[in-house]
């Protein structure tokens, strides 16, 4: 079980060319070629019905909480449209295909959730507007001009991932620690950019590291059980493909007693130790925000710059059966 409460976040810093993303690399499946899923809200004042497409990277909890929070912002809006969700299952070339079908349909508006997925609809058009959501340096991935002001069509909302509180959890949760092993998918670049931040969080912090990457789901088993006898921890940041497999992960890791500092909240649920996260659900209901005034009040995504959830929204998250099954204790740890 997993036991919530709200921390400020006051360390937080944007700063441009820093900052990271859910991380992806490619798996196997392909587009979800399921029917059309369609949803009606109350007209809008003029009558119109939007056509709104989604392409999704990869089903887990974080990237659904981001869907599931944009569909909440449209319905609260009162517009009147229809949605066609796609999910790529975790592979870049099906991200392709997608974005290329939604272009072709004339749909009004774009919603891509992780990175790899707004490449793709950014390939694909320039011309219809494209909402971002899960994606932590729109700039670094070539997706906008900077992130203050996009330039294009593109735009969104940045996940950016508080590795330096994170850190400094780990360190309150395994005072003991000397080295940590960083997890994660060596196919995103963004992800290594999350890695590099963890990197030096520990080095101002006294801890080593270590690298442990994976190319794809397959690897993570074998990964995680080479860390044994090796790392005091582990560092996982908001990467899909570990995020996908958190379970496998959590299974290994505590099987050999090694804690698991997640860079999510989801992750922890799924059995890693804990984490300072934002909220995903939120971060899609923002992003719905901004499609609303790009479709109903005719703001471009050119001038709209990227946006970021409030300080107060950072939460930890510890998961206590975890907790319990690594002997540590987290009493009083997030107040």
Known sequence: MALITRRNFGQLVIAGGMAVTLGACGG????????????????AADGATYKIGVIQLVEHNALDAANEGFVKALDDSGISYTIDQQNA???????????????????DLILAIATPAAQA???????????????????????????????????????LNPVTDQIDLLLKLVPDAKTVGVLFCSAEANSELQAKMAEEACAAAGLATERYTVSSSNEIQQVVESMAGKVDAIYAPTDNTIAAGMATVAMVANDNGIPTICGEENMVEQGGLATYSLNYYDLGYKAGEMAVRI??????????????????????VVNEETAATLGIDVSGIGE
């Open 28 to 43: 196997n499946g392909g587009a979800n070629n399921s029917a059309e899923a369609e949803a009606e809200t109350t007209a």
């Open 295 to 316: 479709l109903v009040e005719g703001e471009k995504p050119a001038d709209m710059p990227i946006e970021y959830l409030s300080g107060d929204d950072l939460k930890f």
């Open 89 to 107: 299952q975790n592979d870049q070339a099906a991200c392709q295909t997608i974005a290329s079908k939604l272009v072709s349909d004339g749909d």
């Open 121 to 159: 609809a950014a390939g694909a058009t320039d011309t219809i507007p494209i909402v971002g959501t899960a994606i932590t340096d729109f700039a670094e991935s070539g997706l906008v001009e900077s992130n203050d002001a996009p330039g294009g069509n593109v735009t969104g909302t940045s996940d």
